[in-house]
């Protein structure tokens, strides 16, 4: 409290004293000053009881004419009490609450003493200076704009005395100066206002010299001590005598001036004494305060009660009323919403059974145009694969015919373009049925080994033409027979490799398996695919996995579909797996992908008997029996046969075919599926009734998913795609020979 001393007493002066913006003019208002003048003289005479009293009488009238202004000073009041009774807590509730009827009342008067009251509150406090100097500052701007000058200077002599106690002297050097400065100016423009107002410029005086004092400018500090301490001399000021003296000796005994030091300290234990026998006096009245206002509270609690139960009871019965009230028209408009409700539900529920017939028709469009789809899928397959058939044998067996060395190149180009639209055929349909969600995959046993090297091998013309090397690492932990869909796993290893190799030239392409895990029952493992080639752009490596999108290139060996990818990672989103990539241009990539699969325990791995190749087995008498209605077709296998020197016969349709194998001794037959009259599934069947040991090989231009439960069923032995790839073919036909002869030696 020692900041705020000297100016309590001008503030409640001030406070009470001042006009307001509002001049009362009814008798109420004339009654409502005169019982703000009681409080505040009963505050001064420390007759806390009556003050509380009439605070309350005063906050119950000033409510009754809605009097903001008239409640914000009960509320001050309240706060003044609380704070001469150190009860800080509840000082500073009074305080907030008649800043809040102040801003109300928008009274510039009462604002003003509300900032000033809440800063020395809140800034007595350690935690809460900061707020206590946010309420002096709003003090300063009002002042400021309202041009009141010594409102200014308690404010900025209150922020420069907090600074100081709190260390920050440099702070409080400004305020200080400031303050003097406005003192001066009023000086100068009211003759003998310095005389009359010791209380303002002594503490200042005082402050001024504690700072000079601080910095070491010891005569400076000298000066202020001692005007400080003449004018409170003067005017009889002992709070503000006793606190110069004080801090006097205490920078006297820092000087080292100890003798002037104890002089000054006897000089402020004199002050003090007369302070503590006024202030005695004045704790004394506080305590019967205290003590009456503790009585009265408990009179006033009893009477409160005793109001408050006689006000339960009216309040009661009206309630009740207006319970009745509110429940009637409550359930009035509860009838009308309901009503409004089933309204609008009918006709929600309306509308919803002409979406749901729209749906409904719309569902059935789709399933039919998706069927159609399918159907046009499949038909377009078998329709432009036939053809190519023809195209891609008769090119791959005129590449071999030394004749026409000149037309070499003119040759691999026709085979290039038909091995590009059949790709893309493949690709294409390969996207429609993921889309469809026709793809699912096969838990099958497959020697993973074996699968990577038939994949490598289907690569040797590509590898050769463009001169790359095939490392192959294979993780000595891996399983040697695993269970899952080898075909879907070949197919996305078949995209990544091939990728690899088209764009990498005079290069290397890596293949590594490792094993991440694994327990007795399943293995994950990781696949990479790494080239060297010209890598990918960092801007196209999310671009790549959409459909149909290629990287731009001259070179004429890039082409492709745009599907692998996307291909690829759709089909690892059924495995449960998901693609990444690591480029960086000019260095290559590296695809890789983590798969987990179930470890075959059944197979046992035997010794293989190794089987004699195509070119070493003497089987120039076998005798094989081709099936196809296409002639074209009927040439391109006849010739590709004869090729190995196997004898052939050709049947056009499915019964001449019955009848040649009832008449005939054939060691194979080639079955086209698709033919007019009796399809080769059913030709196959009849030939099953009388021969069950002969090999049937489908020939088909249809997708193997779509056929292969029907092939089987059909009792045909093996599966070749049209068109093929003459060295599979050649195997497909020399295995199931091979099959066939070791059967009749057992």
């Not at 800063?119 to 709003?138: F, L």
């Not at 003097?180 to 402050?207: C, R, V, W």
């Not at 077709?633 to 190995?644: A, D, I, P, W, Y």
Request: some cysteine.
């Amino acid at each position: 409290m020692k900041r705020s001393f000297f100016l309590c007493l001008v503030l409640c002066t001030f406070f009470w004293n001042s006009g307001f913006s509002q001049n009362p003019e009814t008798v109420s208002e004339d009654s409502l000053k005169i019982l703000a003048d009681n409080i505040s003289d009963h505050i001064n005479r420390y007759n806390y009881e009556k003050a509380i009293e009439q605070s309350h009488q005063l906050l119950n009238l000033a409510g009754e004419i809605d009097s903001p202004d008239y409640t914000a000073k009960a509320y001050h009041s309240l706060g003044h009490i609380y704070t001469d009774q150190n009860d800080s807590a509840r000082a500073r509730k009074n305080y907030a609450l008649g800043l809040e009827y102040a801003q109300q009342s928008k009274n510039d008067t009462i604002i003003l003493l509300s900032y000033i009251n809440l800063g020395n509150v809140y800034s007595e406090i350690p935690a809460t200076v900061e707020k206590g100097m946010g309420y002096y500052n709003k003090v300063i701007e009002l002042a400021e704009k309202l041009d009141l000058p010594e409102d200014l200077v308690i404010s900025k002599s209150n922020i420069a005395w907090t600074y100081l106690d709190n260390g920050k002297y440099e702070k409080s050097f400004s305020y200080l100066n400031e303050s003097l400065k406005i003192l001066d100016s009023l000086d100068q423009a009211q003759p003998g206002y310095k005389e009359k107002t010791g209380h303002f410029y002594s503490p200042i005086y005082m402050l001024m010299a504690r700072y000079h004092a601080f910095k070491n400018d010891m005569e400076i500090s000298d000066y202020f001590f001692q005007q400080s301490i003449e004018i409170a001399e003067r005017d009889s000021l002992y709070l503000q005598a006793a606190e110069a003296y004080n801090a006097y000796g205490e920078m006297l005994a820092k000087k080292g001036d100890y003798e002037s030091a104890y002089k000054a300290k006897e000089k402020f234990i004199l002050n003090n004494s007369k302070v503590l026998e006024s202030e005695k006096l004045r704790q004394t009245e506080i305590a019967n305060a205290k003590y009456k206002i503790n009585q009265y509270k408990k009179d006033l609690l009893i009477a409160e009660k005793e109001q408050k139960y006689q006000h339960d009871i009216i309040q009661k019965s009206k309630e009740k009323v207006v319970v009745m009230v509110f429940s009637s028209i409550g359930m009035i408009f509860i009838l009308i919403f309901l009503y409004k409700i089933n309204r609008d539900r009918q006709r929600l529920i309306e509308k919803l059974k002409e979406k749901n017939v729209q749906y409904r028709d719309a569902k059935v469009e789709a399933e039919k145009l998706s069927m159609l789809k399918t159907k046009f899928f499949s038909t377009v397959s078998h329709e432009i694969r036939t053809p190519l058939y023809g195209v891609i044998g008769l090119t791959s067996l005129l590449l071999e015919d030394k004749g026409l060395k000149k037309h070499k190149n003119d040759l691999r180009s026709l085979k290039f373009s038909a091995d590009y639209l059949l790709a893309l055929i493949n690709d294409v349909l390969q996207m429609n049925k993921m889309e469809s969600n026709e793809v699912t995959l096969e838990n099958v046993p497959f020697n993973l080994r074996d699968l990577i090297n038939s994949i490598v091998n289907s690569f040797e013309f590509t590898r050769v033409q463009n001169k790359n090397k095939i490392h192959i690492n294979i993780d000595e932990s891996i399983p040697a027979y695993l269970i899952g869909d080898s075909v879907r796993l070949s197919q996305v290893l078949m995209n990544l490799v091939g990728n690899a190799m088209k764009f990498t030239e005079r290069g290397n392409i890596y293949i590594t398996l490792k094993q991440l895990k694994a327990d007795s029952d399943t293995s994950k493992i990781l696949f990479e695919i790494k080239d060297d080639g010209p890598g990918i752009p960092k801007s196209k490596r999310k671009v790549i996995f959409e459909e149909f999108s290629q990287l731009e290139n001259s070179n004429y060996n890039y082409q492709g579909t745009g599907l692998g990818l996307p291909i690829v990672k759709r089909l690892l989103s059924l495995f449960g797996s998901e693609i990444s990539l690591k480029s960086k241009e000019g260095e290559g990539s590296e695809f890789s992908f983590a798969i987990n699969f179930d470890v075959d325990k059944t197979i046992q791995k035997s010794p293989e008997k190794e089987l004699p190749s195509v070119m070493d087995d003497p089987i120039s008498q076998k005798k094989i029996l081709i099936v196809d209605d296409n002639r074209i077709n009927q040439v391109v296998t006849k010739r590709v046969l004869e090729k190995k020197n196997f004898e052939c016969e050709v049947a056009g349709d499915g019964h001449t075919a019955i009848e040649l194998v009832k008449n005939s001794d054939f060691d194979l037959i080639l079955m086209d599926v698709n033919m007019p009259g009796i399809s080769g599934l059913d030709a196959s069947r009849e030939i099953r009734k009388f021969n069950t040991s002969i090999p049937i090989l489908a020939l088909t231009a249809v997708e193997v998913e779509e056929i292969r439960e029907e092939i089987q069923s059909a009792g045909m032995s093996d599966i070749i795609i049209k068109p093929y790839d003459i060295q599979q073919f050649y195997q497909i036909v020399f295995k199931n020979l091979s099959h066939s002869r070791q059967t009749e030696e057992v």
